[in-house]
């Protein structure tokens, strides 16, 4: 009998059944080197989370903490409308801040677009010619109104292309 794969090593198993790869916690959490930035995540982590009770809804979903150091508060957000909406927010978020026990003076606004969306594809299908033929039929047999525009516009569209 043929295998198209040799069989697995029985040295190599993989851990708890996700395969070779670790998860980027469970590395951070393996290494003392990275004890420094674990806790930086956690921090930005539990900021958000306290930015996040401040803000409206249409600003949560759509802001980030960037940093926090010496009294600043960096946020970062993909337009420059949501950073005026921020901007204007300052007075608010920082004495919100510093109740919840953040040593946060100043919010500094800074934009990060969102990467671009691919273009969508113009619409490709096409009717057969027997659909073609069955809806002229149809548009000729009805009386002059909007709908018989329509079917007339569409397969003159159809027709030419």
Not at 53 to 69: E, F, G, H, I, Q
Not at 95 to 122: C, N
Request: net charge positive.
């Amino acid at each position: 009998m043929n295998r198209p794969f040799p069989p697995a090593s029985p040295r190599r198993k993989p851990r708890s059944g996700r395969g070779y790869a670790t998860p980027i916690v469970e590395a951070l959490a393996s290494n003392d080197a990275f004890a420094h930035l674990r806790e930086g995540v956690a921090r930005l982590r539990s900021l958000e989370k306290d930015l996040g009770a401040c803000l409206p809804d249409y600003l949560r979903t759509n802001v980030a903490a960037a940093s926090a150091s010496d009294g600043v508060l960096t946020l970062l957000t993909p337009h420059s409308a949501l950073a005026a909406r921020l901007r204007h927010l300052e007075p608010k978020l920082v004495g919100f801040l510093r109740t919840r026990g953040w040593a946060v003076d100043i919010v500094k606004v800074r934009i990060r677009p969102l990467a671009p969306v691919p273009a969508v594809p113009p619409k490709t299908a096409r009717l057969s010619a027997t659909g073609l033929a069955c809806l002229d039929a149809l548009r000729a047999g009805l009386e002059p109104s909007p709908l018989r525009d329509s079917l007339e516009k569409m397969v003159g569209r159809h027709q030419r292309g």
